[in-house]
Nanobody
Framework: QVQLVESGGGLVQAGGSLRLSCTAS????????MGWFRQAAGKEREFVAR????????YYADPVKGRFTISRDNAKNTVALQMNSLKPEDTAVYYC????????????????WGQGTQVTVSS
């Protein structure tokens, strides 16, 4: 499995922006589809965004479409999530995830997870 480490979480006011980053190690990063999930307190983990191994294909959950952008740099083994126009309901622990050849949108079928990074959006 690939090992994943997230960074970039924090506290931001509503309407602000944050950029999350995830660094992978242990396996050939470019073989993996990558993505982000989130889990708010008392709720189930949910899909946020994913990107194909090549970076040419992306897919977003409806609540974040038009506000979040996922990208990857295979030379640096990193995937990023740019979050703009943040809302209080975006508050959650955000998890980086990897899948091969695809990344499932159902967290039950995801094999590799990072440890998570907290994002808090104040109103």
């Amino acid at each position: 499995q690939v090992q994943l480490v997230e960074s970039g979480g924090g506290l931001v006011q509503a309407g602000g922006s944050l950029r999350l980053s995830c660094t992978a190690s242990g396996r050939t990063f470019s073989n993996y589809a990558m993505g982000w999930f989130r889990q708010a307190a008392g709720k189930e983990r949910e899909f946020v965004a994913r990107i194909s191994w090549s970076g040419l294909s992306t897919y977003y959950a409806d609540p974040v479409k038009g506000r979040f952008t996922i990208s990857r740099d295979n030379a640096k083994n990193t995937v990023a999530l740019q979050m703009n126009s943040l809302k209080p309901e975006d508050t959650a622990v955000y998890y980086c995830a990897a899948g091969q050849p695809l990344l499932p949108t159902d967290p039950r079928f995801v094999g590799s997870w990072g440890q998570g990074t907290q994002v808090t959006v104040s109103s």
